[in-house]
């Protein structure tokens, strides 16, 4: 329970100091005055029992004042747990939101981003509760203890009686939580993969279906149900130490003090009514032990929520340089750069020099490293070996707003916020008027779009970008970049299938963008890449080529098979005649 | 185009039926009773130590030493029975449950089994998910506690104020007043509380969905140089923490008074006052108090299961609710009594595809297609093409019987599909689409999906076909490595894989869309030679976006806003100059 309230302390570490004090010391001061009141009662009980009510009735003065006190600790600490909660709930959403944005964006690539969704979402109102939970476990230790204090007092054979029972109940409890754990993660993981087969099993119906003539994903599916069903009995056969076995003790416990009580009591060593006022004792000390059990699973949510945070929190942005260094002309300089995301290289020995103003094409299969490259140019991730430098400084050395002024992105998946098609311009540059974000969106071919919805400009373009297609979402980002007019763009170019329209407005739309512009492009389309200053081929993480198209059609090499390859793709015929292999 | 459930839920909370959850859960109905039954009676011997407390000090205190320990050990063993009760009740319960849940699952996968495809239209992935998963687990309450808890949290208070009116009835009615007044409060706060709690609610929804925005569009937030979390987040967590405040506020007096009113320390003092004072009178025993000072002061926790059990009922309703609604689903039509298909005139000859008349809206009033008349030749290619909105995939999807016709009817070697086993329809009608969809598995087993007992030699035909056998062979364990896991592949990669699955399943006929190529631009060429494997000695149906692939084909029908306008070869419909001729020119100029 010591290393329990240890672990607690991540959540109210963040709280302040002074509340945080004030709100443990209300939450001791409530306990004790429980445990004082039973402690009371012995003395009380006893002196009733023996027949002097006189006595007992002077009892209830003190015992009045306890319970006045415990009334005072108990409003005093609901308010702190208000206070407290409110404290760290919003201290906690200020923290997280404001490192979110300061950590590599590399760090939101794959899994971890809906885990932070979940955090943010729930793990946050998870972590509070261990403010209630302190109540809890303070209460299920100090009352206790002054009980036994008390009984102490009175008797010592029977504070000893429970004195033995006491660790062993703890003991036990300990051992049970583990087991619990542990059949609690075997149930989440055969959850997980059962709920990941019915993703996969109702999206690929109609391939299934389209095979039916085996029963090959209902078989996976159902055989993943099974194996959760499982973990499910297993976990009920886990839990049931952890939720017994401290009852168990519990009871062991009282009768210890039964049997010492009689014992006590038949010998003729204490008065029978000493006896029972010590059992009434007894039973109220072993009491609060069962509230322990409930409020263990609680706590290992919470705290496993704590911990998610503070890895999060904990997560170090990329360095920010001592002296930074404005960025001169806007040229890319890659020098010698080896990079991978983790043992494994992804760039080795990558050099790159991209003039100010002219537009480079990165072409290469998928998986070559394209996609790497413009993220080292972002500063997504710093290299391993080499540099990066932004008009001949490298970016290591350029502050993260000076870098993040000087770059555009325009990504394939591009991002909307669910405002409207202004809204969405206008985050290019917050400070832009109405006639610059609609100048943007014209020169982007936006208007076409803003057309075509049913509230013009006003229009919301949902969650994501929903209500847009891949190609109106492209035009919305560059409209962005334009209204941003920073001196460097990085461009995905849309792999997916265009129709007519949309694949003539992005192209214009590219077009406006390149104007004046240094462009890095990881193009698709031929024509962009025919249309570069300069191409540079990825092959395997190095640059195998580089130059102009005419130049690299020439030589013959990497280049020019990949254009003959695409080439030929474009003056593909369907027919079920002849196969090129036959 | 899914099912009315996800469009609308037509109950607002409350007013859910519950007959689904009782009909969920009758499979384990006895046994969940049983359970409750043990449990109430363990409640019942929780008062077992007080009691043994209370009568050994009646002896006692009266000079008896005579049965003590009789009284002890009756204790010490009804006390341990309560354990084996309680561990019997969890166990039957949860057990129980942990049953239902699996056949629940089970029966809720064959179902979806059957639901017709455009039932999967739009991406229920996630819904589906929700519903067999979440769903099924938010059931847990109500089969393995609610039962129960709810039989404790009524038999123990009624043993302990029993057994306290048979000791002592006057401060039995004290103790009962105490709590019944606390109770009162509780009861009005929790009425007051509806609103502050549905504000929390409101709160939250709108803090996940800016999570959810600041985290996707985390790389937009940090490019455009906003060196803080967005406004929107930032609005939306402050919102929610004085949402909770608010809530938590207006109750702390009160909340502060019922607690203190019925804190063990309050009764304690409230019971022992009062006894005192009766045994002062003469009225009562001093022993007596002693049965209250150990049993009265828990009885108003002992409630508090009720008024937990009442929200985790509510959510059960409507998760059974949820359940019992796609279990509702109709299954898609089958035909009561298939047709076999005509004997081919030779084997391996191939029949014919007919449309005749075909009619198709998504939705009610709003025809889609209106009246496609076309021949699938044996050995032919169709292509399909025609301004994006036309209707050329609808076409595909009603062959695949996503959907059927509403009039008209597309024949298969002269016999309506609607007649036909569908599993006959499948074993000559294949498709690829634009998506590439592999499963969880290996490789091999997903190149044989359709016949998962072909050999080696046959999948590695079919992969070399495919022109993705080297790419396999590269792969850590070859065919055996697992899509996802260790078989990391391209969208192109997929595509052939996709391709090869296709070729295994060899199905004389083939719906195909031509897009499935650009899915991966660096290797489309790679794909394009595979669909030329597919596609060769096959009737063919292309759906096609870039007119130029599709120059070859036997027969080129142009759809119009659900008509076919035109149709004939290439060069033909070029000369006749009409909207086939416009979009040729749209897209490559005067080339031909």
């Given at each position: 329970?010591?290393?329990?309230?240890?672990?607690?302390?991540?959540?109210?570490?963040?709280?302040?100091?002074?509340?945080?004090?004030?709100?443990?010391?209300?939450?001791?001061?409530?306990?004790?005055?429980e445990g004082?009141?039973?402690?009371?009662?012995?003395?009380?009980?006893?002196?009733?029992?023996?027949?002097?009510?006189?006595?007992?009735?002077?009892?209830?003065?003190?015992?009045?004042?306890?319970?006045?006190?415990?009334?005072?600790?108990?409003?005093?600490?609901?308010?702190?747990?208000?206070?407290?909660?409110?404290?760290?709930?919003?201290?906690?959403?200020?923290?997280?939101?404001?490192?979110?944005?300061?950590?590599?964006?590399?760090?939101?690539?794959?899994?971890?981003?809906?885990?932070v969704?979940?955090?943010?979402?729930?793990?946050?109102?998870?972590?509070?509760?261990?403010?209630n939970?302190?109540?809890?476990?303070?209460?299920?230790?100090?009352?206790?203890?002054t009980?036994?204090?008390?009984?102490?007092?009175?008797?010592?054979?029977?504070?000893?009686?429970?004195?033995?029972?006491?660790?062993?109940?703890?003991?036990?409890?300990?051992?049970?939580?583990?087991?619990?754990?542990?059949?609690?993660?075997?149930h989440?993981?055969?959850?997980?993969?059962?709920s990941?087969?019915?993703?996969?099993?109702?999206?690929?119906?109609?391939?299934?279906?389209?095979?039916?003539?085996?029963?090959?994903g209902?078989?996976?599916?159902?055989?993943?149900?099974?194996?959760?069903?499982?973990?499910?009995r297993e976990?009920?056969?886990?839990?049931?130490?952890?939720?017994?076995?401290?009852?168990?003790a519990?009871?062991?416990?009282?009768?210890?003090?039964?049997?010492?009580?009689?014992?006590?009591?038949?010998?003729g060593?204490?008065?029978?009514?000493?006896?029972?006022?010590?059992?009434?004792?007894?039973?109220h000390?072993?009491?609060?032990?069962?509230?322990?059990?409930?409020?263990?699973?609680?706590?290992?949510?919470?705290?496993?929520?704590?911990?998610?945070?503070?890895?999060?929190?904990?997560?170090?942005?990329?360095?920010e340089?001592?002296?930074?260094?404005?960025?001169?002309?806007?040229?890319?300089?890659?020098?010698?750069?080896?990079?991978g995301?983790?043992?494994?290289?992804?760039?080795?020995?990558?050099?790159?020099?991209?003039?100010?103003?002219?537009?480079?094409?990165?072409?290469?299969?998928?998986?070559?490293?394209?996609?790497?490259?413009?993220?080292?140019?972002?500063?997504?991730?710093d290299?391993?070996?080499?540099?990066?430098?932004?008009?001949?400084?490298?970016?290591?050395?350029?502050?993260?707003?000076?870098?993040?002024?000087?770059?555009?992105?325009?990504?394939?998946?591009?991002?909307?916020?669910?405002?409207?098609?202004?809204?969405n311009?206008?985050?290019?540059?917050?400070?832009?008027?109405?006639?610059?974000?609609r100048?943007?969106?014209y020169?982007?071919?936006?208007?076409?779009?803003?057309?075509?919805?049913?509230?013009?400009?006003?229009?919301?373009?949902?969650?994501?970008?929903?209500?847009?297609?891949?190609?109106?979402?492209?035009?919305?980002?560059?409209?962005?970049?334009?209204?941003?007019?920073?001196?460097?763009?990085?461009?995905?170019?849309?792999?997916?299938?265009?129709?007519?329209?949309n694949?003539?407005?992005?192209?214009?739309?590219?077009?406006?963008?390149?104007?004046?512009?240094?462009?890095?492009?990881?193009?698709?389309r031929?024509?962009?890449?025919?249309?570069?200053?300069?191409?540079?081929?990825?092959?395997g993480?190095?640059?195998?080529?580089?130059?102009?198209?005419?130049?690299?059609?020439?030589?013959?090499?990497?280049?020019?098979?990949?254009?003959?390859?695409?080439?030929?793709?474009?003056?593909?015929?369907?027919?079920?005649?002849?196969?090129?292999?036959? | 185009?899914?099912?009315?459930?996800?469009?609308a839920?037509?109950?607002?909370?409350?007013?859910?039926?519950?007959?689904?959850?009782?009909?969920?859960q009758?499979?384990?109905?006895?046994?969940?009773?049983?359970?409750?039954?043990?449990?109430?009676?363990?409640?019942?011997?929780?008062?077992?130590?007080?009691?043994?407390?209370?009568?050994?000090?009646?002896?006692?205190?009266?000079?008896?030493?005579?049965?003590?320990w009789?009284?002890?050990?009756?204790?010490?063993?009804?006390?341990?029975?309560?354990?084996?009760?309680?561990?019997?009740?969890?166990?039957?319960?949860?057990?129980?449950?942990?049953?239902?849940?699996?056949?629940?699952?089970?029966r809720?996968?064959?179902?979806?089994?059957?639901?017709?495809?455009?039932?999967?239209?739009?991406?229920?992935?996630?819904?589906?998910?929700?519903?067999?998963?979440?769903?099924?687990?938010?059931?847990?309450?109500?089969?393995?506690?609610?039962?129960g808890?709810?039989?404790?949290?009524?038999?123990?208070?009624?043993?302990?104020?029993?057994?306290?009116?048979?000791?002592?009835?006057?401060?039995?009615?004290?103790?009962?007043?105490?709590?019944?007044?606390?109770?009162?409060v509780?009861?009005?706060?929790?009425?007051?509380?509806?609103?502050?709690?549905?504000?929390?609610?409101?709160?939250?929804?709108?803090?996940?969905?800016?999570?959810?925005?600041?985290?996707?569009?985390?790389?937009?937030?940090?490019?455009?140089?906003?060196?803080?979390?967005?406004?929107?987040f930032?609005?939306a967590?402050?919102?929610?923490?004085d949402?909770?405040?608010?809530?938590?506020?207006?109750?702390?007096?009160?909340?502060?008074?019922?607690?203190?009113?019925?804190?063990?320390?309050?009764?304690?003092?409230?019971?022992?006052?009062?006894?005192?004072?009766?045994v002062?009178?003469?009225?009562?025993?001093?022993?007596?108090?002693?049965?209250?000072?150990?049993?009265?002061?828990?009885?108003?926790?002992?409630?508090?299961?009720?008024?937990?059990a009442?929200?985790?009922?509510?959510?059960?309703?409507?998760?059974?609710?949820?359940?019992?609604?796609?279990?509702?689903?109709?299954?898609?039509?089958?035909?009561?009594?298939?047709?076999?298909?005509?004997?081919?005139?030779?084997?391996?000859?191939?029949?014919?595809?007919?449309?005749?008349?075909?009619?198709?809206?998504?939705?009610?009033?709003?025809?889609?297609?209106?009246?496609?008349?076309?021949?699938?030749?044996?050995?032919?290619?169709?292509?399909?093409v025609?301004?994006?909105?036309?209707?050329?995939?609808?076409?595909?999807?009603?062959?695949?019987?996503?959907?059927?016709?509403?009039?008209?009817?597309?024949?298969?070697?002269?016999?309506?599909?609607?007649?036909?086993?569908?599993?006959?329809?499948?074993?000559?009608?294949?498709?690829?689409?634009?998506?590439?969809?592999?499963?969880?598995?290996?490789?091999?087993?997903?190149?044989?999906?359709?016949?998962?007992?072909?050999?080696?030699?046959?999948?590695?035909?079919?992969?070399?076909?495919?022109?993705?056998?080297?790419?396999?062979?590269?792969?850590?364990?070859?065919?055996?490595?697992?899509?996802?896991?260790?078989?990391?592949?391209?969208?192109?990669?997929?595509?052939?894989?996709?391709?090869?699955?296709?070729?295994?399943?060899?199905?004389?006929?083939?719906?195909?869309?031509?897009?499935?190529?650009?899915?991966?631009?660096?290797?489309?060429?790679?794909?394009?030679?595979a669909?030329?494997?597919?596609?060769?000695?096959?009737?063919?149906?292309?759906?096609?976006?870039?007119?130029?692939?599709?120059?070859?084909?036997?027969?080129?029908?142009?759809?119009?806003?659900?008509?076919?306008?035109?149709?004939?070869?290439?060069?033909?419909?070029?000369?006749?100059?009409?909207?086939?001729?416009?979009?040729?020119?749209?897209?490559?100029?005067?080339?031909?």
């Amino acid at each position: 329970m010591i290393g329990q309230q240890r672990r607690l302390t991540g959540a109210l570490a963040v709280a302040p100091a002074g509340l945080v004090r004030r709100y443990l010391l209300s939450t001791a001061v409530y306990a004790v005055s429980e445990g004082a009141a039973f402690g009371l009662l012995a003395p009380l009980l006893s002196a009733l029992l023996a027949g002097r009510t006189g006595e007992a009735a002077r009892w209830l003065i003190p015992l009045a004042g306890c319970v006045a006190l415990g009334w005072l600790a108990h409003y005093d600490m609901n308010l702190g747990a208000l206070r407290l909660s409110s404290a760290i709930r919003r201290t906690l959403y200020d923290r997280i939101g404001a490192h979110l944005v300061r950590l590599p964006l590399g760090w939101f690539d794959g899994p971890r981003a809906a885990q932070v969704e979940q955090l943010l979402g729930r793990g946050v109102g998870v972590a509070v509760r261990t403010v209630n939970l302190a109540q809890t476990l303070i209460a299920s230790v100090l009352t206790p203890v002054t009980i036994f204090v008390f009984l102490l007092v009175l008797d010592w054979r029977m504070a000893l009686a429970v004195l033995v029972t006491a660790p062993m109940v703890v003991l036990v409890f300990a051992a049970a939580a583990r087991l619990t754990d542990r059949t609690e993660a075997e149930h989440d993981r055969a959850a997980a993969e059962a709920s990941a087969r019915l993703v996969e099993f109702a999206g690929a119906q109609p391939v299934l279906r389209a095979n039916g003539r085996s029963q090959g994903g209902r078989r996976l599916l159902g055989e993943a149900l099974a194996a959760q069903h499982r973990a499910a009995r297993e976990e009920v056969f886990g839990a049931l130490p952890g939720q017994h076995l401290g009852q168990l003790a519990i009871q062991l416990a009282f009768t210890a003090v039964l049997v010492v009580g009689l014992l006590l009591a038949t010998g003729g060593v204490l008065s029978p009514a000493k006896v029972i006022a010590l059992l009434v004792l007894g039973v109220h000390f072993l009491q609060p032990f069962a509230a322990v059990a409930g409020a263990a699973s609680s706590l290992r949510v919470s705290r496993a929520a704590v911990q998610r945070i503070t890895s999060v929190l904990s997560t170090p942005p990329l360095p920010e340089p001592e002296q930074p260094q404005p960025i001169g002309e806007p040229s890319i300089e890659l020098a010698g750069v080896d990079f991978g995301y983790r043992s494994a290289p992804v760039l080795q020995d990558v050099n790159l020099w991209i003039p100010p103003g002219s537009s480079t094409a990165l072409v290469g299969v998928s998986g070559a490293g394209k996609t790497t490259v413009t993220k080292l140019v972002a500063r997504f991730f710093d290299v391993r070996a080499g540099a990066v430098r932004i008009g001949g400084v490298d970016v290591r050395d350029i502050s993260s707003a000076e870098l993040e002024r000087a770059v555009s992105l325009v990504f394939q998946d591009v991002y909307l916020f669910d405002g409207s098609i202004e809204d969405n311009i206008r985050i290019g540059a917050p400070g832009a008027t109405a006639e610059q974000v609609r100048a943007a969106a014209y020169r982007a071919r936006v208007d076409t779009i803003a057309a075509r919805l049913p509230d013009g400009w006003c229009s919301r373009v949902g969650e994501g970008g929903r209500l847009l297609s891949g190609g109106e979402r492209q035009r919305v980002a560059i409209a962005r970049a334009l209204v941003k007019d920073a001196p460097i763009v990085l461009l995905d170019e849309a792999t997916s299938a265009l129709d007519g329209e949309n694949e003539a407005a992005v192209h214009e739309a590219l077009a406006e963008l390149g104007h004046g512009r240094t462009m890095l492009i990881i193009a698709h389309r031929l024509t962009t890449i025919a249309n570069a200053d300069q191409i540079a081929v990825l092959d395997g993480g190095r640059i195998v080529e580089h130059g102009r198209h005419a130049e690299l059609l020439a030589a013959g090499g990497r280049y020019a098979r990949l254009w003959a390859e695409r080439e030929r793709a474009v003056g593909w015929r369907l027919s079920n005649r002849s196969t090129p292999g036959s | 185009m899914s099912s009315a459930i996800w469009r609308a839920e037509p109950y607002t909370v409350g007013q859910v039926p519950d007959r689904d959850l009782a009909e969920l859960q009758r499979p384990v109905r006895g046994r969940v009773t049983l359970a409750a039954v043990f449990q109430a009676l363990a409640t019942a011997l929780s008062v077992v130590p007080a009691v043994a407390v209370v009568e050994i000090g009646r002896r006692l205190l009266a000079g008896r030493h005579d049965g003590l320990w009789p009284i002890a050990w009756l204790a010490v063993g009804l006390f341990a029975a309560r354990l084996l009760l309680y561990a019997a009740a969890g166990l039957i319960s949860h057990l129980a449950d942990a049953e239902l849940a699996v056949t629940v699952r089970q029966r809720l996968a064959d179902h979806l089994a059957v639901l017709p495809l455009h039932w999967f239209a739009g991406g229920v992935s996630g819904r589906v998910k929700t519903t067999v998963q979440d769903d099924v687990s938010a059931l847990h309450h109500a089969v393995a506690h609610a039962r129960g808890d709810l039989a404790s949290a009524v038999t123990g208070p009624v043993v302990i104020v029993g057994y306290l009116t048979w000791v002592d009835w006057r401060l039995a009615l004290v103790t009962v007043a105490a709590t019944a007044a606390a109770q009162g409060v509780r009861l009005r706060m929790a009425q007051r509380s509806a609103e502050p709690v549905g504000r929390i609610a409101a709160a939250n929804a709108e803090l996940s969905a800016a999570a959810i925005e600041l985290v996707q569009g985390i790389s937009v937030v940090k490019a455009f140089g906003q060196a803080r979390a967005p406004d929107r987040f930032r609005a939306a967590a402050s919102g929610y923490a004085d949402a909770h405040d608010d809530a938590q506020r207006v109750f702390i007096r009160q909340r502060a008074l019922t607690r203190a009113t019925v804190a063990p320390a309050t009764i304690l003092l409230l019971v022992t006052g009062i006894g005192i004072g009766l045994v002062g009178l003469g009225w009562t025993e001093p022993v007596n108090i002693v049965a209250f000072a150990l049993l009265g002061l828990g009885l108003f926790e002992q409630l508090t299961p009720i008024y937990s059990a009442r929200d985790q009922r509510r959510t059960a309703v409507a998760a059974a609710h949820r359940v019992a609604a796609l279990l509702r689903e109709p299954a898609e039509p089958t035909a009561e009594h298939p047709r076999p298909l005509p004997d081919a005139v030779s084997p391996g000859a191939v029949l014919p595809v007919e449309l005749d008349g075909v009619r198709f809206g998504y939705t009610e009033g709003h025809e889609v297609l209106h009246g496609i008349d076309a021949v699938l030749a044996p050995g032919t290619v169709t292509a399909v093409v025609g301004p994006s909105g036309a209707g050329k995939s609808t076409l595909g999807l009603l062959l695949a019987r996503f959907y059927d016709v509403t009039q008209g009817a597309i024949r298969l070697g002269g016999v309506d599909i609607r007649e036909l086993d569908r599993a006959q329809l499948y074993r000559h009608i294949g498709f690829l689409f634009q998506d590439a969809v592999l499963l969880r598995q290996s490789v091999r087993d997903n190149i044989a999906l359709a016949d998962p007992a072909a050999s080696d030699k046959v999948v590695c035909a079919a992969a070399r076909a495919a022109a993705i056998h080297q790419r396999i062979m590269a792969l850590p364990r070859g065919y055996d490595s697992v899509v996802g896991e260790d078989a990391r592949l391209s969208g192109g990669e997929a595509q052939r894989v996709s391709i090869a699955r296709t070729l295994l399943a060899d199905t004389p006929i083939l719906v195909l869309d031509e897009a499935t190529a650009f899915a991966d631009p660096e290797s489309e060429a790679a794909v394009q030679d595979a669909l030329a494997e597919l596609a060769a000695g096959r009737t063919l149906l292309v759906i096609a976006h870039r007119l130029h692939t599709v120059v070859a084909a036997d027969q080129i029908l142009v759809l119009d806003e659900g008509r076919v306008v035109e149709r004939g070869r290439h060069d033909e419909l070029l000369r006749e100059n009409g909207l086939y001729a416009r979009l040729w020119r749209a897209q490559y100029g005067d080339r031909t």
